[in-house]
């Protein structure tokens, strides 16, 4: 099963008068790198939050916001010491661009740190609220991860058996390279020796030699044995498997690019373009795979 690290969880939630927005988001990266925005109400738990999405989440670029608006009319107290210093600053912006003034006032309650709830900490049966809250949503984004993942999984399988398909066409097309090889070799000896100066034995001999080097073989076996194990790797029911397809796929790209060197035969290259186009298309989705 793979596993995407593209996700999504969110969860809303009344707690003590406040609505609770709860927003984790994940994208691809190479470990767990979180971004995390809470309200102030919520400090004092940073440390139990981090460490439930690292568990969760295990890997990805992570941005995780946990906000809330007051749901009823209290609204906390006024801060004095904000209001009259956001009133000084605009009130002087006003006169210095002189411009109307009256509405300086209202402007000034939209500004941050205006106000202040009475009560900035949470008891701790609303922890273990939030922290239920976070467990739910870490749950929709590793079942948003899980879908996107089977997607993920259909490609990666078809990609394989694309180039299985090409693998094989290439297997098919190497006796007829081969003999190709030995006629063209033997037609340029004889325009350029003569028939009856030819030791026949002599050029069997290093045709032999000459044909070992162009053989594709060992390459083939590996190639489609690194195919299958691809596939038993995507099968396994590790959670993180993305790093070690990558490794799979540097060994496949390393047998394609030697049977593309020892091809000399057209059809053949076309043949291994089409596997290394498949196996660009394969990279590109394993940085999505956790």
């Known amino acids: 099963m793979i596993i995407s690290m593209t996700g999504y969880g969110r969860s809303t939630f009344s707690l003590g008068g406040k609505n609770i ?3 984790i988001k994940t994208l691809n990266s190479k470990s767990f790198d979180l971004n995390l925005r809470i309200a102030p109400l919520f400090k ?10 690292n568990k969760s989440i295990m890997r990805g670029k992570t941005d995780c916001t946990l906000g809330y608006e007051m749901a009823d009319d209290k609204g906390g107290e006024v801060n004095p010491v904000a209001v009259k210093e956001y009133y000084r600053q605009l009130k002087a912006i006003a006169n210095e661009l002189n411009v109307d003034d009256s509405r300086v006032f ?36 590793n079942k948003f991860r899980t879908d996107e ?13 694309l180039m299985r398909e090409a693998l094989k066409e290439v297997e098919g097309l190497d006796p007829s390279r081969m003999e ?16 009856e100066d030819i030791d026949k034995n002599r050029f069997e001999q290093e045709l032999i ?13 590996r190639l489609r044995s690194h195919c299958d194990y691809f596939i038993d790797t995507i099968n396994e029911s590790l959670s993180e498997k993305g790093k070690k397809l990558g490794f799979i796929c540097q060994e496949m790209n390393r ?7 020892k091809s000399y035969h057209a059809e053949m ?6 596997m290394k186009d498949e196996l660009e298309k394969i990279k590109e989705q394993l940085n999505n795979v956790l």
């Open 209 to 221: 030699f000459y044909l070992e080097k162009m053989d594709i073989t060992e390459e083939v076996t």
């Open 44 to 53: 004092e738990y940073e440390i139990e939050i981090r460490n439930l999405l």
């Open 149 to 161: 993942g089977a997607n993920l999984e259909k490609d990666l399988v078809l990609r394989v058996q």
């Open 255 to 261: 047998e394609i690019n030697t049977i593309g060197s």
């Open 21 to 23: 927005v709860l927003e």
């Open 106 to 141: 209202d402007l000034v309650f939209r500004l941050p740190n205006v106000t202040t709830t009475s009560n900035e900490s949470l008891s701790e049966e609303q922890w273990m609220e939030v922290n239920k809250q976070l467990e739910n949503a870490c749950k929709q984004l």
């Open 180 to 195: 190709q090889q030995r006629t063209k070799m033997f037609s340029d000896l004889q325009s350029y020796m003569g028939d």
């Open 269 to 274: 290259q076309r043949k291994v373009v089409v």
